[in-house]
């Protein structure tokens, strides 16, 4: 094997995002309770996602917290 070994390799940056959920916020305040979700999730609650770049973290994030279920990604940060 040569030098170009680690060309194949793909490098992957952990991310760290804010995230809520807007269903259970409204919830929340109106003293009522989510009938999937815990009322944790009128919170940021702060998810790590490893992907190579920003757009695969937010593609991977909104498919594990999706939009149509209320959830919000409020900040994305690179953390390692």
């Known amino acids: ?7 194949g ?6 991310f760290e995002a804010a995230i809520y959920n807007e269903i ?11 009938d999937l979700y815990e009322d944790v999730w009128a919170d940021l609650n702060f998810i ?10 937010i593609a991977k994030l909104k498919r594990r917290y999706p939009e149509n279920r209320g959830f919000k ?3 994305l940060y ?3």
Do not use: C, F, K, P
Request: aromatic share 0%; no cysteine; proline share 0%.
């Open 1 to 7: 094997m040569g030098s170009n070994d680690t060309l």
């Open 9 to 14: 390799m793909i490098m992957m940056i952990t």
């Open 24 to 34: 259970v916020r409204r919830l929340v305040s109106e003293h009522q309770r989510h």
């Open 48 to 57: 790590e996602v490893e992907a190579r770049d920003e757009d695969q973290a």
């Open 73 to 75: 990604i409020t900040q």
């Open 78 to 80: 690179q953390v390692g």
